[in-house]
């Protein structure tokens, strides 16, 4: 097995982008804290069996990170305020090439609108009178919220206990959102 070789610079990009601290990455390597430090600042060679245990760490918590709400999600959100059109949910549906919006008021979800809401109001409106409505008039129930830690597939069963898309949170934070193509292709599209 050959391992590649990385710069100090490099192993210390990947521990981040794994989301590890030099603490957690040398307890699961079985080394000290020092060690890792030491390593990412150049001033130690390590043994080939000692990078070889820190880069098989690294990519197993990056390849666990593949299968989580963070890897599939869009961001940022957009989204409506519940005073904003009818009217610029359409436009905004169509720019983004979506089919429904999280509304919030006052930076706090309150419901969500969707496409097939809309296209159900054509039918007995005016559609002049109903680009003018406000969102709060149509406005849904909100769309489940998880965290960016939790699985594709829980993501999945809640996308197909038909709603139409997940919001995703960090540390309270709404900071993505995912529906059933973004899930659809994170299966199919490499």
């Known amino acids: 097995m050959v391992v590649d070789l990385v710069t100090p610079q490099e192993l210390r990009k990947l521990r ?4 590890l601290t030099q603490k957690e990455l040398a307890k699961r390597a079985g080394i000290s804290q020092s060690l890792i430090a030491r390593i990412e600042k150049g001033t130690v060679d390590p043994r080939l069996s000692t990078l070889r245990k820190i880069i098989n760490i690294i990519n197993e918590v990056l390849g666990e990170k593949k299968f989580l709400a963070r890897s599939i999600m869009s961001s940022p959100v957009i ?28 930076g706090k979800l309150v419901g969500s609108i969707r496409e097939d809401s809309i296209l159900n109001k054509i039918k007995n409106e ?29 993501i999945g069963r809640i996308l197909l206990s038909g709603k139409p898309a997940v919001l995703v949170e960090d540390n309270g934070k709404i900071v993505g959102i995912i529906t059933k193509i973004d899930l659809i292709a994170k299966q199919f599209i490499k």
């Open 126 to 154: 005016k559609i002049e009178d109903l680009l003018n409505k406000k969102v709060y008039e149509l406005k849904e129930e909100s769309f489940p919220i998880v965290n960016v830690e939790t699985s594709i597939e829980e």
């Open 16 to 19: 981040k982008k794994a989301g």
């Open 79 to 106: 989204s409506l305020d519940v005073n904003d059109t009818i009217g610029k949910a359409i436009e905004l549906m169509w720019k983004y090439g979506i089919s429904q919006l999280p509304v919030f008021q006052n």
